[in-house]
């Protein structure tokens, strides 16, 4: 699962947002799909550039993760990389191409759970669950006596 790092919480709502807004999401362009998206917001690529990345190898985003080498040299595998630097893991961006991951969908309703992976308003949905998910678990990984060490010292 992602980490747990407000930037990872940040551009999660800023890629539901920028797809609730776009009249270019296409679940079938590697560039403006669910992982595109995000590879944008985080890369600052553009949906060609991605799409085009993604060309010199094979199959979706699923595929191209499953062969995902970092020492390839192809541009995509480097796209890749970048995202798994920046705090994501394969299994996080697989399942963010398909809506699938059980402990995102288990924060949606039962009756909302049934996502559809090229319906934008779907991606928006499993993405908010995504970061109100990660919200949670950063809160509870606050430890307010040691934000309130440092105060009591002044006092």
């Not at 919480?9 to 890629?15: G, L, N, P, Y």
């Not at 499953?66 to 893991?89: A, E, V, W």
């Not at 949606?108 to 934008?120: F, G, S, T």
Request: net charge negative.
């Amino acid at each position: 699962m992602a980490r747990v790092r407000p930037e990872i919480i940040e551009v999660i709502r800023k890629t539901a947002d920028k797809i609730r807004k776009s009249g270019d999401y296409q679940w079938g362009h590697m560039g403006a799909c669910n992982c595109g998206f995000l590879a944008q917001e985080i890369t600052s690529l553009s949906k060609r550039e991605i799409h085009s990345f993604a060309m010199e190898g094979h199959g979706d985003w699923n595929e191209q993760l499953n062969d995902y080498c970092p020492t390839s040299g192809l541009k995509m595998d480097d796209l890749i990389s970048d995202l798994l630097n920046f705090g994501f893991d394969i299994d996080d961006l697989k399942h963010l191409e398909r809506l699938s991951d059980p402990k995102v969908l288990r924060q949606l309703p039962i009756n909302k759970r049934n996502l559809k992976q090229n319906n934008k308003a779907d991606v928006e949905t499993y993405l908010t669950a995504m970061a109100r998910m990660l919200e949670e678990r950063l809160a509870n990984k606050v430890n307010l006596v040691e934000l309130l060490e440092p105060h009591s010292a002044l006092s």
